[in-house]
């Protein structure tokens, strides 16, 4: 059996112990649902059956590509709400709840949709012959120019940002002069990763550095210093108040619940909507015109999108 065939059997098999611990293990206080919010048990461990049937199949379709990136979809999103253990993690101070046992439940189903992700990535890439390891197909390389799409998502994520905090000021009148300091360095990093971050992932200086920044000033940024920021912001902003968040008020709406915080809890939930979605579509933008050439198209003639040919630098 080849590593290409061992790698999908491998997560078949991971996905099928998962999706069983998921239904069998209850968890502290007897509920087995604390860890992904209201899912049922079964339902996570349904997803976790199709995804080993989407991994046992040999012979991939539109289907299969359609099903896999469904079970990526959704264990991603069910366990990226583990977004706020890391945030207890970093910043003890804040005093947020934190359990060993859901964290690491809640990391599991992460670990497992971003895996999907990849095998179902690398299956579309081989289905549309494209390469496997960057899917370029017929030599074409990065994006030349950062595209006007990509743009427009960096700043409907700062607009996101902005409609976030501003609803925030209209339901307090005060200050929050008494926070700790735990909670002042959180409300910095959540400012600047929607302003400072979707921003850099758009513009020149996301990708050198700008002369203020004097140590550095006239290197080239790394690339993971914005992607993983970038993809933490995107994937638990969406998977929690997409997932979760968009979910309950529509279900109050409909259910005629109401109160004096319905407004603000829409304008919060669409705002880290649109703070996460555009950070995501950014940084795909910014992953496709700062990636590297890979080994396996290195000695191929490179072309950019827009048919310039070339060696890539």
């Not at 996101?160 to 209209?170: I, P």
């Not at 309950?248 to 109160?259: H, K, M, N, W, Y």
């Not at 950014?282 to 050439?293: K, L, S, W």
């Amino acid at each position: 059996m080849t590593s290409t065939r061992r790698w999908p059997v491998g997560l078949g098999c991971w996905a099928l112990a998962y999706g069983a611990v998921r239904f069998s293990v209850p968890l502290p206080g007897g509920n087995r649902n604390a860890d992904l919010s209201a899912i049922p048990a079964w339902a996570v461990a349904a997803v976790c059956v199709l995804g080993a049937v989407v991994a046992f199949t040999p012979r991939v379709n539109r289907a299969v590509l359609a099903a896999g990136w469904a079970v990526a979809a959704a264990l991603t999103a069910l366990g990226f709400v583990l977004v706020l253990d890391l945030v207890a993690l970093a910043l003890p101070g804040l005093e947020l709840p934190f359990a060993l046992q859901p964290f690491l439940l809640r990391l599991g189903c992460a670990l497992t949709g971003l895996a999907f992700a990849r095998l179902t990535l690398t299956r579309q890439r081989r289905f549309r012959g494209a390469c496997p390891d960057c899917g370029r197909i017929g030599g074409v390389t990065r994006l030349a120019t950062r595209p006007r799409w990509a743009l427009v998502a960096g700043y409907v994520a700062v607009a996101g940002c902005a409609l976030r905090f501003g609803a925030q000021s209209l339901w307090e009148d005060e200050l929050p002069i008494g926070l700790s300091a735990s909670w002042w360095l959180f409300v910095v990093g959540m400012l600047a990763g929607g302003t400072l971050l979707p921003l850099a992932l758009v513009h020149r200086w996301g990708e050198i550095w700008p002369r203020w920044v004097l140590p550095l000033a006239g290197r080239r940024v790394p690339r993971l210093v914005l992607l993983i920021p970038a993809a933490l912001f995107a994937l638990g902003l969406v998977s929690y108040f997409g997932a979760f968040g968009l979910v309950e008020l529509v279900v109050r709406a409909v259910s005629g619940e109401s109160d004096e915080h319905t407004l603000f809890l829409w304008l919060a939930v669409l705002g880290y909507l649109g703070w996460g979605a555009g950070i995501g579509v950014a940084a795909v933008a910014y992953h496709a015109r700062t990636r590297p050439v890979c080994a396996r198209c290195a000695e191929r003639p490179q072309r950019t999108s827009d048919g310039l040919v070339g060696v890539e630098p």
